[in-house]
């Protein structure tokens, strides 16, 4: 059974994510920068104050069907947050190590960047901060 607030992306088309619509992919306390046109459409990737994706928590709190679903829905696998994380950076620090495989392969799954760092200059298999 689907979470009830998911079924609002039902009406969304489903596509792979567009990288085209990315205007700079990180901003120190910002996160990911969108195109002011993709900002106007409604899509998946909207962020709440901390820059967090629908499909970034979802892989924090180690869920495997919510990021494919969203992932359907046209989710950027690898939108980073006002502190630079990724989905990646979260299943690989919290220990959802299979979600994190999914996320990084290319063929079957997220085709997430591995190579992303944070505000601390910590790749996913770094860790979230230097402490």
Not at 27 to 42: C, V
Not at 48 to 70: M, R, W
Not at 100 to 129: I, M, Q
């Amino acid at each position: 059974m689907m979470f009830g607030w998911l079924q609002t992306f039902d009406a969304f088309p489903n596509i792979r994510f567009d990288a085209g619509v990315i205007r700079r992919q990180y901003l120190e306390d910002y996160g990911t920068q969108y195109s002011d046109e993709y900002n106007l459409q409604r899509h998946v990737n909207m962020v709440d104050s901390q820059g967090n994706t629908l499909f970034l928590v979802a892989c924090q709190n180690g869920h495997a069907k919510i990021p494919k679903y969203l992932l359907e829905k046209g989710a950027n696998p690898s939108h980073q947050n006002n502190q630079g994380q990724t989905a990646l950076h979260y299943a690989m620090t919290y220990g959802f190590y299979e979600l994190g495989s999914w996320l990084v392969d290319s063929v079957e799954g997220a085709g997430a960047d591995d190579t992303l760092v944070n505000k601390f200059d910590l790749g996913p298999y770094d860790g979230l901060t230097l402490e």
